[in-house]
């Protein structure tokens, strides 16, 4: 969960880099907010005609400024301007491989400041 707050920390941060761990953890728990916003959204019957959440899209409305930037700053981390996020398959790639070691045009290290 601190992952998570650490991103909302830097609400709208796009420079520096951020770690694979900061980025996928936040994506999990992203992900498991949406569900649970969507499930307690169907219990209680909100918008029962809709199939879409109301809940869960005003969680996510409120939510993509950070997600932006902690993507920009995972494309940073692999030395890629932060433009890459608008080519899906490639930023997937990107935010999947490891990033830099040691210091690049982003910034330092997040694995070497974190130790």
């Not at 040691?102 to 400041?113: E, H």
């Amino acid at each position: 969960m601190s992952w998570y707050l650490a991103v909302l920390k830097k609400y709208a941060v796009f420079s520096g880099r951020a770690r694979r761990k900061e980025y996928w953890m936040f994506f999990l728990f992203n992900l498991i907010i949406a569900i649970v916003l969507g499930l307690v959204e169907g219990f209680l019957g909100i918008a029962a005609e809709s199939e879409q959440s109301i809940l869960a899209s005003i969680y996510q409305l409120a939510i993509l400024i950070p997600a932006i930037a902690v993507g920009v700053r995972r494309m940073h981390d692999s030395d890629h301007s932060g433009w890459w996020l608008l080519l899906p398959i490639v930023n997937l790639v990107f935010a999947c491989t490891e990033g830099d070691r040691g210091d690049n045009r982003f910034g330092t290290d997040p694995k070497a400041v974190a130790q």
